[in-house]
C-alpha cells in the first residue's frame, strides 16, 4: 500500500558548482524485495556539462533501495574520465518521491504492472573523489552536495555538485 510522505522541499544550495551532469541510465537491474525495502541498481553515463570538468565522461551504477516508507535510499560510484585524468567518486544519500504524488512502496513495485511515477524523484546526497591526476588531487580533500532529479521513467539523470568542504 502506498503512502503519502513528509515531502519537504530543499533548500536551493549555495557555494562553488564543481560540475553539472546530464546523462542517462542505460539499464534498471531490479534486484527485487530486500530485508528493509526494494533494491535496484542503476547503470548509467553522460557527459559533465559545466564546471572544472566540462567535456568529461561520467560512468556509473546508483544502488537504489526504496524503503517501507517510499524514501530511495542511494549508494553509488562513479567514474569521471577526461583524457588521461580519472576521477573516482563514491556517494551516499536519498531519493524523494515527486512532490504531491503518493509513493509507491516495496509491496507496490512488485505487483505486475506497476509503473513508475512520470514525474522525477529528487536526488540528495554527499559525494567524495579520489584521483591520482596532479592536477586534480585537491578533489581528494573535497565533498560536494549533490541535488538533482532521477527519472525512472524516461531515464533522464540531472546532478549538479556543489562544494561544502
Do not use: C, K, Q
Not at 557555494?15 to 547503470?43: C, K, N, W
Not at 537504489?64 to 542511494?74: A, L, P
Not at 536519498?94 to 536526488?123: C, H, K, M, N, Q
Not at 596532479?134 to 538533482?148: K, Q
Request: no cysteine.
Amino acid at each position: 500500500m502506498s503512502t503519502a510522505l513528509d515531502t519537504r522541499v530543499a533548500r536551493p544550495l549555495t557555494g562553488e558548482l564543481l560540475y553539472r551532469f546530464d546523462g542517462h541510465f542505460s539499464e534498471i537491474v531490479p534486484i527485487g524485495p530486500v530485508a528493509d525495502g526494494f533494491r535496484l541498481d542503476g547503470h548509467f553515463g553522460g557527459t559533465i556539462t559545466a564546471g572544472e570538468l566540462t567535456g568529461a565522461r561520467l560512468t556509473g551504477v546508483d544502488y537504489f533501495r526504496i524503503d517501507h516508507s517510499g524514501i530511495g535510499i542511494v549508494r553509488g560510484h562513479e567514474i569521471v574520465t577526461d583524457g588521461d585524468r580519472t576521477v573516482a567518486v563514491e556517494l551516499r544519500g536519498i531519493l524523494r518521491p515527486p512532490v504531491g504524488i503518493v509513493a509507491p512502496l516495496p509491496a507496490d513495485i512488485v505487483r505486475p504492472g506497476f509503473a513508475w511515477p512520470s514525474e522525477p524523484y529528487t536526488i540528495h546526497v554527499s559525494a567524495s573523489f579520489e584521483t591520482a591526476a596532479p592536477d586534480l588531487v585537491h578533489l581528494n580533500r573535497t565533498v560536494v552536495a549533490h541535488t538533482g532529479t532521477v527519472d525512472f521513467t524516461g531515464g533522464a539523470l540531472h546532478v549538479e555538485a556543489y562544494v561544502i568542504a
